[in-house]
Nanobody
């Protein structure tokens, strides 16, 4: 059974930090790109950060310099370290996993709320 599970979300004050984790299980074929998206109700899902199997990263402009994506290939995990958080970062953060057969898998998401 394919499983993609996120953790680490929560309520944080502006300027604070959070680290999100995602673990992928029973993904067929080889895992390639992994990434984080965020979803705000009524808005388009937005790519936040992605990382290739060899560590090449890409970020949306609004999080550059504040967020860092990383991965552990042995553990089949991907992380998102978020710093200097802003209220506009509030969203459901979803983990995305891709494989060499061009299949994509999603977690259920973890909620991040940035508020005083």
């Amino acid at each position: 059974q394919v499983k993609v599970v996120e953790s680490g979300g929560g309520l944080v004050q502006p300027g604070g930090s959070l680290r999100l984790s995602c673990t992928a299980s029973d993904i067929p074929f080889r895992i390639t790109d992994m990434g984080w998206f965020r979803q705000i109700p009524g808005k388009q899902r937005e790519l936040v950060a992605q990382i290739t199997s060899i560590g090449t990263t890409d970020y949306t402009d609004s999080v550059k310099g504040r967020f860092t994506i990383s991965r552990d290939n042995s553990k089949k995990m991907v992380f998102l370290q978020m710093s200097s958080l802003k209220p506009e970062d509030t969203a459901l953060y979803l983990c995305n996993v891709n494989n060499s057969f061009l299949e994509t898998y999603w977690g259920q998401g973890t909620q991040v709320t940035v508020s005083s």
